[in-house]
């Protein structure tokens, strides 16, 4: 059984739903899965853990919540290179481009991409769940 952690930061509760709907669908694939508030997380847990999905939504000018997910985040990073990691979040402006800019980040760090990141703007609707879902069918 693989171990899976679904770490996130959430504003307005978009991106937490879409945490749960990684979560639900890690543990359909039979992974044992911890959900965990970026501010409960850090690079001493990776190692704990198969494969870790980070979910952030964007903000400001499209790029990572800067006072907790980030600094987290950049902690991580030392602990990616062969690392199975996804990416998910949601925006509610522009074009995706913090997913792509934290992509070629987790991909120059050596982690190892699951699958296709999922974006969704706003709340997650039903098809935005199911991918959701699949990712972290992905990361079990």
Known sequence: MSKVAVVYWSGTGNTQAMADAVAAGAQEAGAEVQVLEASSFG?????????????????GSEQLEESEFEP???DCEAKLSGKKIALFGSYGWGDG????????????????????????????DDDAVEACKALGKALA
């Open 43 to 59: 690079a001493d847990q990776m190692d704990a853990y198969d494969a870790v999905a980070f979910g952030c939504p964007s903000m």
């Open 72 to 74: 987290m985040f950049t």
């Open 97 to 124: 481009e913090w997913m792509r800019n934290w992509e070629q980040t987790c991909t120059d760090d050596g982690a190892v991409l699951a699958c296709d990141s999922v974006i969704c703007n706003e709340a997650p």
